[in-house]
């Protein structure tokens, strides 16, 4: 029985086509060139909101978190660690590197003067505090009676 590859995308004899094939199949292959997104939670509580995001294996220096204009930027780099000495391969290589980047557009009630970052344990936390004219206040009904 002949073994014949397998392809999801069926071949054209195009040259565009075919470059465009070659890099659909090279970005989905390659260790370090499949573009990632880590996961992020976001919670909103009474007086803050808190996005929590998973990146594991990346050094602090590699972390950048940024807020301007109403966004908050969280971006990386997760960088592939290939030994130079020749010594041993990788048998498989599924997580994904190379830079990120996330954009979240922050609602006007957020304090950006008080905002604060923790890594730990692989876990980005930002907590971003909510204005005071922002958070719900409880307003007593007083009943007259006439």
Do not use: C
Request: glycine share 6%; charged share 30%; no cysteine.
């Amino acid at each position: 029985m002949a073994v014949i590859k397998y392809s999801q995308v069926p071949e054209f004899d195009t040259p565009g086509l075919r470059l465009f094939q070659d890099t659909v199949s090279r970005l989905f292959s390659e260790p370090g060139a499949r573009p990632w997104v880590p996961p992020v939670d976001i919670k909103e509580t009474e007086n803050e909101l808190i996005l929590k995001a998973d990146i594991p294996d990346i050094d602090m220096k590699d972390i950048d978190v940024r807020m301007e204009n109403g966004t908050l930027m969280l971006r990386g780099e997760r960088k592939f660690e290939d030994s130079k000495d020749g010594s041993g391969g990788w048998h498989r290589v599924e997580r994904s590197y190379g830079t990120f980047e996330r954009v979240f557009a922050l609602p006007d009630t957020v304090d950006p003067e008080n905002v604060k970052a923790d890594y730990k344990n692989g876990v980005l936390t930002v907590t971003l505090p909510k204005k005071e004219v922002a958070k719900p206040r409880q307003i007593k009904v007083q009943f007259s009676n006439n």
